[in-house]
């Protein structure tokens, strides 16, 4: 069983260049979310979406952008590297979005902005 | 606005003590859910258990037990006869009713289960 997956587990950037991480999930789910986790902090939501075409704004946006146009796929692009987006970033899924729903989560993509 | 506290924000045990883990959570709204998740060196999180607001009984799944107190907001995980495959990173987390699941998480307590 896949689940979500992540890819690239690692990658190092230079300020300025651009990036996708890439998310897939194979369990059908319509509710998509990216995180991202900084050091000795709790993970923080950036963007999500309830279903192909439709996405909203997370607790921190600025500096990415996403896209669903499918149910399985949630890209996450940074246009512009800055060292504040060094992080470790999560994608999560979630069948219907209700409160009491657990999220799967992905193994995770980390990021360095040198 | 929600706000999920663990203050400890590391634990070292020998392997067989018992530990707890401290949860404090706060919110306005009547109907909320609380989350354990385990995040294992491997990186990736996985759910544990869910509250709701509701149910204030306590649970036990195995080893692990958690005591959920809304007089005091608080949400505990309790390992009892920790084992070395215990050592993570645990995440308390809050979400309420609203049109897609926003879990607002705690900033983790890193547990090292010691031989």
């Known amino acids: 069983n896949a689940g979500v997956t992540q890819t690239p587990k690692f990658r190092i950037l230079k300020i300025g260049q651009s990036m996708t991480l890439q998310c897939a999930q194979d369990?059908?789910?319509?509710?998509m979310y990216w995180y991202r986790q900084d050091p000795g902090m709790g993970l923080k939501l950036i963007y999500y979406?309830?279903?192909?075409?439709?996405?909203d704004k997370g607790e921190v946006p600025n500096g990415y952008n996403v896209s669903r146009s499918t149910t399985e796929d949630f890209p996450l692009r940074l246009e512009l590297a800055a060292p504040s987006q060094t992080s470790v970033y999560f994608c999560?899924?979630?069948?219907?979005?209700?409160?009491?729903?657990?999220?799967?989560f992905g193994s995770g993509t980390q990021l360095s902005v040198l | 606005a929600q706000k999920v506290t663990q203050a400890q924000t590391e634990i070292s045990v020998v392997e067989k003590e018992d530990v707890t883990l401290d949860c404090v959570y706060e919110?306005?709204?009547?109907?909320?859910?609380l989350f354990w998740y385990k995040q294992p060196p491997s990186g990736e999180l996985v759910f544990l258990i869910r509250?709701?607001?509701?149910?204030?009984q306590n649970e036990i799944s195995g080893r692990y037990s958690w005591n959920f107190q809304k007089s005091t907001s608080s949400f505990n995980f309790t390992i009892t006869a920790s084992q070395v495959v215990d050592s993570a990173v645990y995440f308390c987390a809050l979400s309420s009713l609203q049109g897609a699941q926003k879990l607002v998480f705690g900033q983790g307590t890193r547990l090292t289960i010691n031989p």
């Open positions: 999560a899924s979630s069948g219907t979005g209700t409160a009491f729903e657990k999220l799967f």
């Open positions: 919110t306005r709204d009547t109907t909320y859910y």
């Open positions: 979406s309830v279903g192909a075409g439709i996405t």
């Open positions: 369990m059908n789910h319509n509710y």
């Open positions: 509250r709701n607001s509701f149910d204030e």
